[in-house]
């Protein structure tokens, strides 16, 4: 305020200052060109698949009798647990077939069962953690009486026509041509990646202009929080000391503030729209991560401008890369997986 000494009936004199969004230049972008990996599943990807599938679905066949126990095998064991000498509520079952290395029971647990054999008696003491669900639990050390009924190797499923119905197919050559379409997929989906990075590498070499120093500051921040979280998976609060970014962090800001008006203005340019159909579609599919709570979910979404945002914003990027992609310039070449592997691999180390 200019005129602090201002009174009823006086104008008001107010000065302020505030960051305007740049004009961001028009691209040429039929000038850009691109090279799409084509790779389809042949027959040994999809046999590979198929036995991935067989070993997850594999058997246990009871071991030579006398054998012993190792990681990996199956024992089949009954169980009773004390907490100082009396048996506790959940704590006992019968023919529990447990498979050694799963890290299905209480750490130490499986361990102790290794080296057992059919018809043994084995005494495994643990303690649970701190954490424990069962607060009377938690902590507390605890004795299993385990009886070991039956000690089993794995052995793969067969693959023939049963072991497709297993997984929801008519026949073996059903379940194939299921994997052949699901790998040509995932193919599809890492060409898409490959392609996308070689386009906004091509447009961060092709544009530059003023930035709003406000904004880098902000996502240089966001970077450096997201990749210290990344390095502390176990810390999932936001108590830990101020992080500050570092140069390299303000160098990709600089890049995403960049490509991110650039693909902002180009689709307004464009007129590309996010329907209210795909808005559905995307919130059902965040709403299958929690089963049970689809509707509270829903309601949320509605009552939250910025979850909308957040999940319009995916939407509408790529539907502006694809409005790219169809002006540019783009060769196919035809790979094998490994290759396309490799291109996605060098993604993740970019």
Not at 129 to 141: I, W
Not at 195 to 206: H, N, V
Not at 302 to 322: S, Y
């Amino acid at each position: 305020m200019l005129n602090e000494d201002w009174k009823e009936g006086d104008d008001v004199e107010v000065e302020m200052a505030y960051e305007a969004l740049p004009e961001v230049p028009d691209v040429d972008f039929k000038a850009v060109k691109l090279e799409r990996l084509i790779a389809k599943a042949d027959d040994a990807a999809v046999d590979e698949a198929l036995g991935n599938l067989a070993e997850s679905a594999q058997n246990f066949a009871d071991r030579r009798k006398g054998s012993k126990a190792g990681e990996g095998d199956q024992v089949v064991i009954d169980f009773v647990g004390r907490l100082d000498g009396e048996p506790f509520e959940g704590g006992s079952a019968e023919e529990f077939p447990l498979v050694l290395g799963s890290g299905s029971f209480i750490p130490g647990f499986e361990d102790q069962l290794t080296g057992v054999k059919a018809d043994e008696e084995k005494v495994v003491t643990v303690t649970f953690p701190e954490d424990y669900q069962a607060a009377h639990l938690a902590g507390k050390e605890v004795e299993f009486t385990c009886t070991v009924k039956a000690v089993k190797a794995p052995e793969p499923a067969t693959i023939d026509d049963e072991l497709a119905q297993k997984y929801g197919a008519e026949s073996l050559d059903a379940l194939k041509e299921q994997i052949r379409e699901r790998l040509n997929q995932e193919y599809a989906g890492a060409t898409r990646a490959v392609m996308k990075r070689q386009l906004l590498d091509a447009l961060d070499g092709m544009v530059d202009f003023e930035l709003p120093p406000s904004m880098v500051e902000a996502e240089a921040r966001q970077i450096a929080h997201q990749l210290w979280h990344d390095e502390h998976p176990d810390d999932h609060g936001h108590d830990h000391p101020e992080i500050e970014p570092t140069e390299e962090h303000e160098t990709l800001a600089r890049r995403r503030v960049r490509l991110g008006l650039l693909l902002a203005e180009t689709g307004q340019k464009a007129e590309v729209e996010v329907s209210d159909a795909e808005m559905t579609q995307a919130v059902m599919s965040q709403a299958r991560q929690y089963p049970g709570q689809e509707r509270e979910f829903f309601e949320f979404v509605q009552q939250n401008p910025q979850m909308r945002q957040q999940l319009r914003a995916p939407i509408f990027e790529d539907k502006v890369i694809d409005y790219i992609l169809e002006l540019a310039e783009v060769t196919d070449r035809e790979v094998g997986k490994d290759d396309l592997q490799k291109a996605i691999e060098e993604l993740d180390e970019d």
